[in-house]
C-alpha cells in the first residue's frame, strides 16, 4: 500500500511542478504580449520573437497532457489587437 501512496505522491508533484512551470511561463508570455502591445501603441519598432520563445516552451509542456497550448503570435495580430483597442477607445 505504501508503494501505490509513495507513486500517486510522485505523480501529484510532477503534475503541480508542470502546472507551476506552465503558469510562470504563460506570466512571462503576457509580459512579453503588453510590452509588444505598448510599443506598437507608441509607433515604436517590435518583434513577437519573445512571445513565440515562451509559446514553443509552453506548447513543449502542453504534450504532456495537463497544461492548453497558446498560439504562436503574429506582428499582425499585434497590430490588429492595437487597432481594436483603439475603436473601443473611440466610443
Not at 59 to 73: D, T
Not at 74 to 89: A, F, H, Q
Request: glycine share 4%.
Amino acid at each position: 500500500m505504501s508503494e501505490v501512496h509513495q507513486a500517486i505522491t510522485a505523480h501529484s508533484n510532477k503534475q503541480h511542478a508542470l502546472v507551476k512551470q506552465f503558469l510562470q511561463l504563460d506570466a512571462k508570455r503576457e509580459r512579453y504580449i503588453e510590452e509588444a502591445v505598448h510599443h506598437c501603441q507608441n509607433g515604436q519598432p517590435f518583434t513577437v520573437e519573445n512571445i513565440n520563445e515562451v509559446t514553443k516552451q509552453i506548447n513543449e509542456l502542453a504534450r504532456q497532457g495537463i497544461v492548453p497550448q497558446r498560439k504562436y503570435v503574429t506582428v499582425d495580430m499585434v497590430k490588429e489587437y492595437v487597432e481594436r483597442l483603439k475603436k473601443k477607445g473611440e466610443k
